[in-house]
């Protein structure tokens, strides 16, 4: 694990002398992403303008920040955001050249271990702060992945105590509190009690909770959570001594058993099917309570705390991302983080280009010549072997996409591990939206969105819908306007449009919207020719309202006033 907070750090970086300390750092982070100042840092994950703005941004979404810079400009920076520390993510602030490593901030949320990977992977020493670090090798209010403190409200005290000179007697087995300097003493005032059971504290004491219980379960039944509850109940064992929730392959897709994960917010894990989940013995070695099965709920409890990626497979997620046209700014920042983190990245490979560059430990899966479908079966059947996977799509997803594809593909599955992945779309600026930015506001009234392709539905359907659109007066935007199979159709769409509107209706051809070859230009119904449109452009046709005016710089802006039905204010 990279850190106890649960998101990949970012790193930031202002100069190219950076980057091959941050691609150092980087590898030793699952997951992180370099953050470039735009202009100046050439080859980086994520390209920002400004430094203030992405870091307050980053700190702002919870995301762990390792900033190669003056320690002193970080803190100006994100001070104006500090509050609460059980809040903050960490922050590590990187001398340009990788030669100091200081931990700022989220010391509750293991900044310390963060720094010390970070030092390691630069071979400097950290420079840590902490007085209980320091003195004791140990942060008690924040122990590693593995344990939870159960009673955080004693810590400052008992750090207190151990300050003035207190020894500690310690109950129960962890390995991390042994490797500590902390002054361990049988006779002991103080005490470390080590359990997964309820305990109630007792004065001078810190109770550690490691998560080494399994709870497995079987599916199919109502109330999962709590028949869990009871058992831990029962065994008198702490929900925070939970460690993996696991289950058959066949119960992938079953809402209790996930209700019961994110209830405890612990993984779940699925075992193969014929493993028996009510014997978690048989996937957990060392086993040394239990197992208490009671009805579809078995508990066991193991040794030291459990490493869940040991057992079965993880949920797999699969996000369905949009790119928007092509720029990076008209990316949303969680398509971003999406991309950033998933282990595949499937989908139409201009697009993968675009979505890039990539990490070497993620792959992508470009292809050129699948139908959509099999490329959304393709995506849902490898986010279903557990793997956290990103399909793309330029644009908006859920128009002319993929989105629809996915849905349609986990639709028609009757695959457990298929409805057991975590899906989510996330939406992105669509063409005509772009290019009706570009131009003005020519979708500022009713409008609507047709794809001018008959691949997926017949002409005489497309030619109807044309009839109609105009017949109503909506602005309409054309996808797919025309490619080298399908020459005559954008001719006789618009054919039909000029039945109903007048010649000289704006028109704005958006070509390459977002992208280095970007071209925008506004003719009207009467003048404009098939022969100016490709592929790579958006139609957009206005309504009876849709004028034009004189911009700054020779050209015109297009827009589609928001009223309707009423006489125009300027006549
Ligand atoms: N999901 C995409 C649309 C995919 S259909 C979106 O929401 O934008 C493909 C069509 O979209 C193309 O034929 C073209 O008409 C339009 N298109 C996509 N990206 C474009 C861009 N950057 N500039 C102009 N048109 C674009």
């Given amino acids: 694990m990279a850190t106890v907070s649960g998101r990949a750090p970012a790193i930031v970086i202002l100069g190219d002398g950076s980057l091959a300390a941050a691609r150092r750092v980087q590898t030793s982070l699952a997951g992180a992403t370099i953050h470039g100042l735009a202009g100046r840092v050439t080859g980086a994950d994520v390209a920002f303008e400004k430094f203030g703005d992405a870091v307050r941004t980053l700190f702002q979404d919870d995301v762990p920040i390792v900033a190669f810079c003056a320690a002193g400009i970080v803190i100006r920076t994100i001070a104006p955001l500090l509050s609460d520390k059980r809040a903050e993510p960490p922050v590590v602030a990187v001398a340009e050249d990788g030669s100091a490593v200081v931990p700022l901030l989220g010391g509750l949320r293991g900044v310390n271990d963060l720094a010390r990977q970070i030092a390691t ?65 049988p006779s002991g005032r103080l005490s470390i009690v080590v359990t997964p059971h309820v305990v109630e504290a007792k004065e001078r004491e810190l109770v550690f909770h490691p998560r080494s219980v399994v709870v497995a379960l079987q599916g199919g039944q109502e109330d999962l959570s709590r028949l869990v509850t009871e ?3 029962r065994q008198k064992l702490s929900p925070q001594s939970v460690g993996v929730v696991i289950a058959a392959e066949r119960d992938a897709a079953d809402a209790e058993v996930h209700a019961v994960a994110e209830a405890l917010a612990r993984p779940v894990r699925f075992v193969a099917d014929g493993t028996s989940p009510s014997a978690p013995v048989g996937v957990v070695r060392d086993v040394v309570e239990g197992p208490f099965v009671g009805g579809p709920v078995a508990l066991a409890v193991a040794a030291l705390p459990i490493d869940v990626k040991k057992i079965g497979r993880a949920q797999g997620r699969l996000a369905v991302v949009g790119l928007g046209p092509g720029t990076h700014g008209w990316m949303a920042p969680d398509a971003r983080r999406a991309l950033a ?45 557990g793997r956290s996977v990103a399909v793309v799509s330029s644009g908006d997803p859920g128009i002319f996409a993929m989105a629809a594809a996915v849905m349609e593909a986990l639709h028609e599955s009757t695959e457990p591990a298929w409805h057991g992945v975590e899906l989510i779309v996330i939406p992105g600026i669509s063409a005509a939206q772009a290019a009706a930015a570009r131009a003005g506001a020519p979708l500022g009234h009713d409008f609507c969105v047709l794809s001018l392709s008959d691949n997926l539905k017949p002409w005489e359907t497309i030619e109807q819908r044309l009839d109609h659109a105009a017949a109503a007066d909506l602005a309409v935007a054309l996808y797919n306007p025309t490619s080298a199979a399908r020459p005559w159709q954008l001719s006789r769409a618009l054919e039909i449009l000029r039945v109903h509107r007048a010649p000289e209706t704006p028109v704005i051809l958006g070509r390459d919207v977002g992208r280095p070859a970007e071209t925008i230009t506004i003719v009207s119904l009467g003048t404009v020719s098939p022969a100016d449109v490709d592929m790579r452009t958006v139609v957009i046709i206005g309504s009876s309202t849709t004028r034009t005016f004189p911009r700054l710089g020779g050209k015109a802006w297009a827009y589609t006033p928001r009223w309707y039905g009423k006489p125009d204010r300027k006549a």
């Avoid at 942060?139 to 750090?159: H, I, Q, V």
């Avoid at 697009?351 to 959509?372: C, I, K, L, W």
């Fill in 121 to 185: 992977a630069l071979g400097v020493a950290p420079a840590i702060t902490t007085t209980g670090e320091v003195r004791f090798g140990a942060t008690l209010e924040s122990p590693p992945e593995g344990y939870e403190l159960g009673n955080p409200g004693a810590s400052k005290r008992f750090m207190a105590d151990l300050l003035a000179g207190e020894k500690v007697r310690l109950v129960g087995n962890a390995p991390w509190l042994t490797q500590t300097r902390l002054p361990f003493d």
């Fill in 231 to 233: 058992a831990l109940v």
């Fill in 341 to 385: 983190s998933s282990e595949d990245i499937v989908g139409y490979e201009t697009y993968v280009r675009m979505a890039g560059p990539f990490r070497g430990d993620q792959t992508v899966h470009a292809s050129d010549n699948r139908e959509e479908m099999d490329r959304a079966r393709q995506a849902l059947a490898l986010a279903a072997t």
